[in-house]
């Protein structure tokens, strides 16, 4: 196989084809469809991490250890510095997910019934985890009582990130982007 000059050994690293054969050269649309890819994987994998991370261990040994002012003040120095990851993985998310389900799963998926209900759950919940991580952590006086007691929201939020993680490796399987 003769590799692409431009690319040279990046060709077959950046390649997002499913199997392991060399298929030929880097393109650029290859190179965009790999960066896009990457940058809806480490944005699930940031929002999906935290929020887990938030609900099983951050929340709980919060909870056992810290009372009063420490406890309103490490939950406000979180809450601000995970803001910020969110606002910022849900964008991400949003634009790699639209490009991926458009340039690639609508053409890959066309003969598998499964692949748009599968994806459509996936989806919803997504906006799920969306809604509920902008507003555990956000400043709306509306979603007050969900901050003061997150425990039920952190546990619905983790469920919702672990049934995307799984929906999105069923996706895969069936031939299109997750």
Request: glycine letters at 10%.
């Amino acid at each position: 196989m003769i590799m692409s000059t431009s690319w040279g050994p990046l060709s077959l690293w950046f390649s997002p084809t499913r199997s392991s054969k060399i298929v030929g050269p880097m393109t650029a649309e290859i190179a965009i469809q790999s960066l896009v890819r990457w940058i809806h994987v480490l944005s699930g994998t940031v929002l999906a991490g935290g929020i887990i991370f938030w609900a099983l261990v951050l929340r709980p040994a919060m909870r056992d250890r810290l009372s009063g002012e420490p406890a309103e003040a490490l939950g406000a120095g979180m809450a601000s510095r995970w803001r910020a990851l969110v606002g910022l993985s849900t964008l991400l998310l949003l634009a790699s997910g639209f490009y991926n389900f458009f340039t690639l799963s609508l053409d890959r998926a066309k003969d598998e019934p499964l692949y748009h209900p599968i994806f459509g759950i996936k989806f919803l919940a997504a906006l799920g985890i969306f809604f509920l991580s902008a507003a555990l952590v956000g400043r709306s006086s509306a979603f007050e009582r969900m901050r003061a007691d997150p425990g039920k929201w952190l546990a619905l939020n983790a469920i919702l990130a672990t049934l995307v993680l799984l929906l999105g490796g069923i996706l895969k399987s069936l031939g299109g982007a997750s």
